[in-house]
């Protein structure tokens, strides 16, 4: 991993559209997502929080380099969508986690559903509307 997130990094820095940084962020965070679940799942659970954090982080971040932006509706709303695919994850995740790693879980989880909220408000102030999210129920 020491390497892969290395060239993460260098390919972000590299990368100077915010659009094209957005969307090359939101395609490690999904990369992270399914590695980190797979780790969970094959009882490296360390590991795979690690990699599952990360994924969050390069979630947030593709979210972050946008929010000034007037012309990301498209990849915002792709964010969205990927947020609602992390929190379905996530919550699996948070099933199988010990007792004793529940809070951390519940903090990687809680990033998820700030990215979600942050872009459904986006989303709503560019005119366009958010995916509904199965999570929550009014």
Do not use: C
Request: glycine fraction near 2%; hydrophobic fraction near 40%; aromatic fraction near 6%.
């Amino acid at each position: 991993w020491p390497m892969k997130a290395l060239d993460d990094r260098v390919a972000v820095l590299m990368t100077r559209n915010p659009i094209d940084k957005a969307t090359l962020l939101l395609g490690f965070a999904d990369e992270r997502l399914v590695a980190g679940f797979d780790m969970v799942e094959n009882d490296e659970f360390e590991e795979g929080l690690h990699a599952l954090e990360r994924s969050e982080e390069y979630l947030s971040e593709s979210l972050e380099v946008l929010t000034t932006r007037e012309d990301a509706v498209s990849v915002v709303l792709k964010i969205n969508s990927s947020s609602l695919k992390h929190r379905e994850l996530m919550e699996k995740v948070l099933i199988l986690s010990p007792d004793d790693a529940r809070v951390y879980v519940n903090a990687i989880l809680d990033k998820t559903k700030l990215v979600y909220k942050e872009s459904r408000v986006y989303l709503e102030s560019h005119n366009s509307q958010a995916l509904p999210n199965p999570f929550e129920t009014n």
